[in-house]
């Protein structure tokens, strides 16, 4: 008998080859076919990563622009941020102040205002819209336009300012500037801000100005700016003169203006006495009429004033614990009541308030997410310190609640406003604030999708 071997060379050696070689073009097909899947579903993401979808840009959006959002809402309550309170600027005294608003007070001066500087809200007002000569409390608007300068570029704290004969001329409490003597601009507003000096005050008006009359245009331009139905301003100084008046609620508003835009005028205000130095070597002493800043150390300005016609007044202010109050005291019948008003203004507002600080400047309080981005989200922040003042009694009912875009087109521009937070206190909205975006997006190129897609297809994708 013949036995037959069936192995690697027998008659079943070509089948099997024939059979492996099919098996392999079988396995190629399905790798090609899986390769080709995969670019395409590779390509789908890429194209995806691109797409705005139908319902994400709504007709007439336009890169960057932020939709109807959302509402985030948390409570808030003591130490629940940090920094120093500065709000956006807003509407001072959304509600006008009666003849006579807020409690019973011993004020002896005929006008009185009382503002929480934070909200502008009136907490005590006598007579606040009754017209006055603010004497040389009128400076507040004189150093209010000449820092708008400075903050716009239009100035610089060291340009040198040449003191005319006009400016000179002007008597009263002044630093006794000599014609043709050239002072650089800070000195001189330091001059305004701690010894009163009408000689300076003329010199940077005429310097800002290009001259008196002109830099007075600047000023009521400024007030009607603010809203001020009751302001008018005929100098720089405080001079009496035919229809230059304000009112202690008007200069409140002007009070809140320039501490809230450039708080560094109080490192000025806060002085008692210095000298003037004078560039060929002489010396004038500047001693400060507002004497709250010598015995409180919490009081940091702000401007006094006295002519014999209008009386004493003043525009104080002091901060504690984060709450910064305003009082504005006009025609007071002489310095002590003016000073003692004054004083128990600030006092009265600083016991009944205090300030809840809920974020600082910078702090993530969102995450708004960002189409067609390189990066998927960009987080909403405060420019400012976020923070409320309350009456203490409710300290713990303030709720924050945090409104923001629910998409974002790319591009996104740092400082780009995409929400906004609120403190609500018993239902009543009682602050807001921006918020901006933290940092730029720019749109998605077309590499970046690429890799985007790749890694989502691996499994591996971050942001």
Do not use: C
């Not at 509600?95 to 934070?118: F, H, K, N, Q, Y």
């Not at 003037?276 to 070597?281: L, R, S, T, Y």
């Not at 713990?396 to 591009?411: D, F, N, S, Y």
Request: hydrophobic share 40%; proline share 6%.
């Amino acid at each position: 008998m013949t036995h037959v071997r069936v192995g690697a060379r027998g008659r079943a050696g070509p089948m099997g080859r024939r059979m492996g070689r099919a098996g392999g073009r079988s396995q190629a097909g399905r790798r090609g076919r899986a390769l080709r899947m995969g670019l395409l579903a590779l390509l789908t993401l890429v194209v995806t990563a691109l797409a705005v979808p139908v319902a994400a840009a709504p007709a007439g959006s336009t890169p960057g622009a932020p939709e109807t959002g959302g509402t985030q809402s948390g409570p808030g309550g003591a130490g629940a941020g940090q920094g120093r309170p500065a709000a956006v600027p807003g509407q001072a005294g959304k509600e006008a102040p009666a003849e006579t608003a807020g409690p019973a007070l011993a004020i002896g001066s005929p006008s009185a205002v009382l503002m929480e500087a934070r909200s502008g809200r009136i907490l005590f007002a006598k007579n606040p819209h009754e017209r006055r000569n603010p004497a040389s409390v009128t400076k507040i608007m004189t150093l209010l336009v000449a820092y708008d300068a400075l903050a716009a570029g239009k100035a610089a704290w060291d340009d040198p300012v040449t003191t005319s004969a006009e400016a000179k001329s002007q008597g009263g409490t002044q630093v006794f500037l000599e014609v043709g003597e050239v002072n650089p601009l800070g000195a001189l507003l330091k001059a305004i801000s701690v010894g009163s000096a009408n000689d300076a005050a003329v010199a940077v008006a005429e310097h800002l100005g290009g001259s008196h009359e002109g830099f007075v245009a600047l000023m009521n331009d400024r007030a009607r700016g603010l809203g001020l139905q009751n302001t008018q301003f005929q100098n720089a100084t405080g001079f009496d003169a035919p229809g230059h008046y304000s009112t202690a609620y008007d200069i409140a508003v002007i009070a809140r203006e320039l501490i809230l835009r450039h708080p560094q005028a109080l490192r000025h205000s806060k002085i008692f006495y210095e000298l003037f130095q004078h560039p060929d070597g002489r010396e004038t002493e500047m001693l400060n009429r507002n004497r709250l800043v010598h015995f409180h150390n919490w009081v940091d300005g702000l401007k006094t004033g006295h002519t014999q016609a209008s009386g004493y007044s003043i525009a104080a202010t002091g901060e504690r614990g984060g709450t910064r109050m305003i009082a504005v005291i006009l025609g007071a019948p002489n310095a002590d009541t003016r000073q003692a008003d004054a004083l128990r203004l600030l006092e009265y507002g600083l016991a009944r308030f205090t300030t809840v600080t809920h974020a600082p400047p910078g702090q993530p309080l969102a995450a708004v997410p960002v189409l067609r981005g390189m990066r998927r989200q960009v987080a909403a922040v405060p420019r400012v310190p976020v923070a409320v003042t309350v009456p203490r009694e409710d300290r713990e009912k303030v709720e924050w609640k945090v409104q923001v875009a629910p998409r974002l087109q790319a591009p996104v521009t740092r400082g780009q406003v995409i929400g906004r937070v609120t403190a609500v206190v018993g239902g009543r909205e009682e602050a807001a604030y921006e918020l901006v975006a933290a940092e730029n997006v720019p749109r998605l190129t077309l590499w970046a999708a690429f890799r985007r897609a790749f890694s989502r297809l691996l499994g591996s994708e971050s942001d």
